[in-house]
């Protein structure tokens, strides 16, 4: 050990520190290699920009986390000896910094999936990952090692810095003196500097690309923020109901497209929820080969919504805002929130009313993403999931559950048991991260640039045996089938790498008894459409009704479709889209504007209208969850 003029503990800070932020600035260039996919289009400028403003949120995240560390260095070098000081601020260190090294490093890979970086709301990924870590790794294996190789270089940088530091208080004042140095710098670096407030993510929102604003932060930093920042703000635009009911889409009475044509009888329905199938592997659509032919030729027959949006980058999203009405509005789920509790009316308990045998059916083990409960609370006694499956053990993939060919099968044969009619549902999950399928099956599928693309095809063949097989029965001429994705995944085409193309899923209504006219398969819908298209099908009023979504039997020229992601609202309209972050003005962009690049100067008629259903959207919801209201125009 060497003594030093300046000062050992001093020393030891700094050098960790600039140790630590070169760590970070490192993860964040992995972040950037990992995911060029969606930073090719993006200039280089804005890129070394963002890595140059990152290190100012990797000190905040750093001193936060270097003030439990102050604490030991401050108080036991006064009471024990300088060797076993520097073995427990050693220990200290490695509990504090190496899991959220391994949440930055693990990060590099999960942005794809949640679309942001960890916040607290995304930690339940964990408890649905036990058993499965694994196989997110094994498909992670060039990052894993490199990631956690870093860790250990991390750890014996910092071990050696301690080992060649003498630490022993020489002066008691001149400890103090030192120590209160180093809690000003710490402070400082981390409120983010001088400034009147701390940074916040606002201060990294620097750019018109989200993914660009993650780019300066790091997952540290976003988890320990958002620890107070998930909260659902309380607003009030408008003082009266009246001022802001009428604006939001499913507002009013209107004049049905299924009136007058609606098929005789009782009519069963069963919802089709297709992991990741983003609306971009579709081929005939987008005018390339695609990756779904079974889809694609269904799609010729049934009435196709060319500009679907899933309400979530999340399958947990996709679930409550199909079978429950209640869009993504909000950093957390809807289903593992505070709010999950709160009063709602869904889809099983409406058509458990009218007779129905209603069921859910998902190949994964059992509580997985919680489906098991919040389906009962949305009203569907009956779920089949890998546990209710009697197959062979070899059916399941050893990851997430039960592979979708014989799950398919399953759910077939049991639709043909239950009493008619019948509403059901499936989620089938083959084509989820790792993306694993049967053995026999590998090399069957032609390869693309994604990974994901094989188990795409894969389950496109599932879904095309499972209807094959549907032909056959009884019920099959009196049920209406409705096919879509609970989110995308990662980008294959250039024209849906933007803000909007990451949100794009299929939808198709199909009947084999039905043809539609007159309906208007271009007007922007979203999930939680589809309850209220199935009731508006079967000829049904629900007077428990959540007014963001509306049929899409109904037209309606203003209609809009509100998503939310990594604090940004996206209002989209037949013309414009509207994009707010809640701190900032409201802009307003062409729809054809991809990049969403040009900012519009709309007539001010034109931009009163686009904000102020922006903000009837925005506060009907959040206060809704916030009072436990969601229904309360109609209640």
């Given at each position: 050990m060497k003594k030093h003029s300046f000062n050992p503990w001093l020393l030891v800070y700094t050098n960790v520190f600039v140790i630590s932020i070169a760590v970070y600035s490192f993860l964040r260039l992995s972040f950037v290699v990992w995911n060029w996919s969606l930073f090719k289009s993006i200039g280089f400028g804005d890129i070394i920009h963002a890595m140059a403003v990152g290190p100012r949120f990797d000190a905040c995240a750093l001193a936060i986390l270097f003030l439990p560390l102050f604490l030991v260095s401050f108080l036991?070098?006064?009471?024990?000896?300088?060797?076993?000081?520097?073995?427990?601020?050693?220990?200290?260190?490695?509990?504090?910094?190496?899991?959220?090294?391994?949440?930055?490093?693990?990060?590099?890979?999960?942005?794809?999936?949640?679309?942001?970086?960890?916040?607290?709301?995304?930690?339940?990924?964990?408890?649905?990952?036990?058993?499965?870590?694994?196989?997110?790794?094994?498909?992670?294996?060039?990052?894993?090692?490199?990631g956690f190789a870093l860790i250990l270089f991390y750890l014996w940088c910092v071990y050696r810095i301690l080992k060649k530091t003498d630490v022993t208080v020489s002066s008691k004042w001149k400890h103090v003196g030192v120590h209160l140095i180093i809690l000003i710098v710490l402070v400082v670096l981390g409120r983010g500097g001088f400034q009147q407030k701390p940074i916040d993510f606002v201060d990294a929102s620097l750019f018109n690309a989200p993914v660009m604003n993650n780019l300066v932060l790091n997952s540290t930093f976003s988890l320990i923020k958002s620890s107070d920042k998930d909260k659902l703000p309380q607003v009030q635009f408008f003082s009266r109901e009246d001022e802001y009911v009428p604006l939001l889409n499913g507002y009013g009475e209107k004049k049905s497209g299924m009136d007058g044509i609606r098929p005789q009888g009782k009519q069963n329905v069963v919802v089709i929820l297709m992991e990741s199938f983003a609306l971009e592997y579709?081929?005939?659509?987008?005018?390339?080969?695609?990756?779904?032919?079974?889809?694609?030729?269904?799609?010729?027959?049934?009435?196709?919504?060319?500009?679907?949006?899933?309400?979530?980058?999340?399958?947990?999203?996709?679930?409550?805002?199909?079978?429950?009405?209640?869009?993504?509005?909000?950093?957390?789920?809807?289903i593992t929130s505070e709010f999950a509790s709160n009063?709602?009316?869904?889809?099983?308990?409406?058509?458990?009313?009218?007779?129905?045998?209603v069921s859910f059916f998902h190949g994964g083990n059992n509580g997985t993403m919680y489906f098991d409960r919040f389906t009962q609370s949305a009203g569907v006694p009956n779920y089949f999931g890998a546990n209710e499956y009697k197959g062979s053990p070899e059916d399941n993939d050893q990851v997430w559950g039960i592979y979708d060919g014989p799950f398919f099968k399953f759910f077939g044969a049991q639709l043909g048991t239950f009493k008619k009619p019948f509403f059901s549902m499936i989620f089938s999950l083959s084509s989820?991260?790792?993306?694993?399928?049967?053995?026999?099956?590998?090399?069957?599928?032609?390869?693309?640039?994604?990974?994901?693309?094989?188990?795409?095809?894969?389950?496109?063949?599932?879904?095309?045996?499972?209807?094959?097989?549907?032909?056959?029965?009884?019920?099959?001429s009196n049920t209406l089938f409705i096919?879509?994705?609970?989110?995308?995944?990662?980008?294959?085409?250039?024209?849906?790498?933007?803000?909007?193309?990451?949100?794009?899923?299929?939808?198709?209504?199909?009947?084999?008894?039905?043809?539609?006219?007159?309906?208007?398969?271009d007007q922007p819908v979203q999930h939680v459409d589809?309850?209220?298209?199935?009731?508006?099908?079967?000829?049904?009023?629900?007077?428990?009704?959540?007014?963001?979504?509306?049929?899409?039997?109904k037209p309606a020229k203003d209609k809009t479709v509100l998503l939310f992601n990594d604090n940004l609202y996206y209002q989209i309209g037949t013309r414009y889209v509207t994009i707010w972050d809640k701190?900032?003005?409201?802009?307003?962009?062409?729809?054809?504007?991809?990049?969403?690049?040009?900012?519009?100067?709309?007539?001010?008629?034109?931009?009163?209208?686009?904000?102020?259903?922006?903000?009837?959207?925005?506060?009907?919801?959040?206060?809704?969850?916030?009072?436990?209201?969601?229904?309360f125009p109609n209640k």
């Amino acid at each position: 050990m060497k003594k030093h003029s300046f000062n050992p503990w001093l020393l030891v800070y700094t050098n960790v520190f600039v140790i630590s932020i070169a760590v970070y600035s490192f993860l964040r260039l992995s972040f950037v290699v990992w995911n060029w996919s969606l930073f090719k289009s993006i200039g280089f400028g804005d890129i070394i920009h963002a890595m140059a403003v990152g290190p100012r949120f990797d000190a905040c995240a750093l001193a936060i986390l270097f003030l439990p560390l102050f604490l030991v260095s401050f108080l036991l070098p006064l009471f024990l000896s300088a060797s076993l000081s520097k073995k427990i601020w050693f220990f200290i260190l490695g509990l504090l910094q190496v899991p959220f090294l391994i949440l930055n490093v693990i990060d590099v890979e999960f942005f794809n999936f949640a679309g942001r970086r960890f916040t607290l709301s995304s930690l339940f990924i964990f408890q649905e990952a036990k058993g499965k870590l694994s196989g997110f790794f094994a498909t992670y294996i060039p990052g894993s090692v490199a990631g956690f190789a870093l860790i250990l270089f991390y750890l014996w940088c910092v071990y050696r810095i301690l080992k060649k530091t003498d630490v022993t208080v020489s002066s008691k004042w001149k400890h103090v003196g030192v120590h209160l140095i180093i809690l000003i710098v710490l402070v400082v670096l981390g409120r983010g500097g001088f400034q009147q407030k701390p940074i916040d993510f606002v201060d990294a929102s620097l750019f018109n690309a989200p993914v660009m604003n993650n780019l300066v932060l790091n997952s540290t930093f976003s988890l320990i923020k958002s620890s107070d920042k998930d909260k659902l703000p309380q607003v009030q635009f408008f003082s009266r109901e009246d001022e802001y009911v009428p604006l939001l889409n499913g507002y009013g009475e209107k004049k049905s497209g299924m009136d007058g044509i609606r098929p005789q009888g009782k009519q069963n329905v069963v919802v089709i929820l297709m992991e990741s199938f983003a609306l971009e592997y579709l081929g005939k659509y987008n005018g390339v080969a695609g990756y779904t032919p079974f889809l694609d030729q269904l799609a010729d027959e049934s009435l196709f919504f060319k500009n679907a949006f899933a309400n979530g980058r999340r399958s947990i999203e996709g679930v409550s805002s199909i079978l429950a009405g209640i869009p993504a509005l909000m950093n957390e789920a809807f289903i593992t929130s505070e709010f999950a509790s709160n009063y709602f009316v869904g889809l099983g308990s409406i058509l458990s009313e009218k007779n129905y045998h209603v069921s859910f059916f998902h190949g994964g083990n059992n509580g997985t993403m919680y489906f098991d409960r919040f389906t009962q609370s949305a009203g569907v006694p009956n779920y089949f999931g890998a546990n209710e499956y009697k197959g062979s053990p070899e059916d399941n993939d050893q990851v997430w559950g039960i592979y979708d060919g014989p799950f398919f099968k399953f759910f077939g044969a049991q639709l043909g048991t239950f009493k008619k009619p019948f509403f059901s549902m499936i989620f089938s999950l083959s084509s989820h991260h790792p993306y694993t399928i049967p053995p026999e099956f590998k090399n069957k599928y032609k390869k693309g640039p994604l990974e994901i693309l094989e188990s795409i095809q894969y389950a496109d063949e599932a879904l095309k045996n499972f209807f094959e097989f549907a032909k056959t029965q009884e019920w099959y001429s009196n049920t209406l089938f409705i096919i879509t994705a609970d989110h995308t995944q990662k980008n294959l085409l250039p024209s849906y790498d933007n803000e909007l193309g990451h949100f794009r899923v299929p939808l198709l209504f199909f009947h084999p008894q039905m043809t539609w006219s007159n309906i208007d398969t271009d007007q922007p819908v979203q999930h939680v459409d589809i309850l209220p298209s199935i009731l508006d099908f079967l000829g049904y009023q629900n007077k428990f009704k959540i007014l963001l979504g509306e049929s899409v039997f109904k037209p309606a020229k203003d209609k809009t479709v509100l998503l939310f992601n990594d604090n940004l609202y996206y209002q989209i309209g037949t013309r414009y889209v509207t994009i707010w972050d809640k701190h900032g003005e409201i802009r307003h962009y062409a729809l054809d504007d991809l990049r969403l690049s040009s900012p519009l100067q709309l007539p001010l008629e034109v931009k009163t209208i686009l904000e102020s259903k922006l903000r009837a959207s925005i506060q009907y919801f959040n206060q809704g969850m916030w009072d436990n209201r969601l229904y309360f125009p109609n209640k």
